[in-house]
């Protein structure tokens, strides 16, 4: 199933965005990922090829 995981911002303007932030060093792309969504959102995702994304 795909879905678009979107969170609220929790200042300024409130608005809904997507988790994000930086990789730390030697971090691969999709480990970033599943880190920063643990990190902002407190869920375990999956993350699939990121050339499907194109």
Do not use: F, Q
């Not at 879905?3 to 971090?27: A, D, F």
Request: with cysteine.
């Amino acid at each position: 199933m795909e879905r678009i995981l979107c969170k609220k911002i929790n200042y300024g303007s409130g608005n809904w965005t997507l988790p994000g932030g930086h990789l730390e060093h030697g971090e691969s792309p999709i480990d970033g990922v599943k880190r920063e969504v643990m990190e902002e959102a407190g869920y375990i995702v999956d993350v699939g090829p990121l050339n499907s994304l194109l």
